[in-house]
């Protein structure tokens, strides 16, 4: 297979041949880098599934207004196969103490919560569902994103709609 020369098969140098596989390795990685893959992407075929996700955020009074039903939903510049559902408006209690060191729960006048639930199809491998570069699990914080906005929740309910 090599010769004396130090060729393979007598036609091409081991270095040069190294050379020219390593070119080609680098190539391929960075063909995968710019379409946004991993190596592990080709290795697994995706079952793909309708997951049904609730998330709540907590931000500043307004800061919801711009979400709306039937948004779709995205991650760094591109659209994801999901689309919101619902959304909930709620005020934020918070518990405080009165003087006489009692607990109040009063309603913070700043602050809103939002339930937001969204549906989306997701691959599903190796025990995670995947939201582009998120993983879905209940108690998980998750990123919603939009062309209008991006707010950071945390996910109360996940369940896999048949």
Do not use: C, H, W
């Not at 140098?13 to 680098?26: K, M, P």
């Not at 659209?79 to 607990?103: C, M, Q, R, W």
């Amino acid at each position: 297979m090599i010769d004396k020369e130090g060729r393979i098969f007598g036609k091409i140098n081991i270095l040069d041949f190294i050379f020219i596989v390593l070119i080609v390795v680098l190539v391929f990685l960075s063909s995968l880098k710019l379409l946004n893959k991993d190596v592990s992407d080709l290795a697994s075929k995706d079952e793909l599934v309708t997951v049904e996700v609730e998330t709540s955020a907590i931000m500043d009074k307004g800061y919801f207004e711009v979400v709306k039903v039937g948004d779709k939903l995205g991650e760094t510049k591109q659209y994801l196969d999901a689309t919101i559902k619902d959304i909930k408006k709620l005020p934020v209690e918070e518990s405080n103490l009165d003087i006489d060191g009692n607990t109040v729960v009063s309603v913070d006048p700043l602050k809103e919560k939002a339930v937001i639930t969204f549906e989306a199809t997701v691959p599903y491998e190796k025990f995670v569902y995947k939201f582009g570069k998120q993983e879905l699990r209940q108690g998980k914080a998750i990123f919603i994103e939009s062309d209008l906005y991006r707010y950071k929740a945390k996910i109360t309910n996940l369940k896999v709609v048949e």
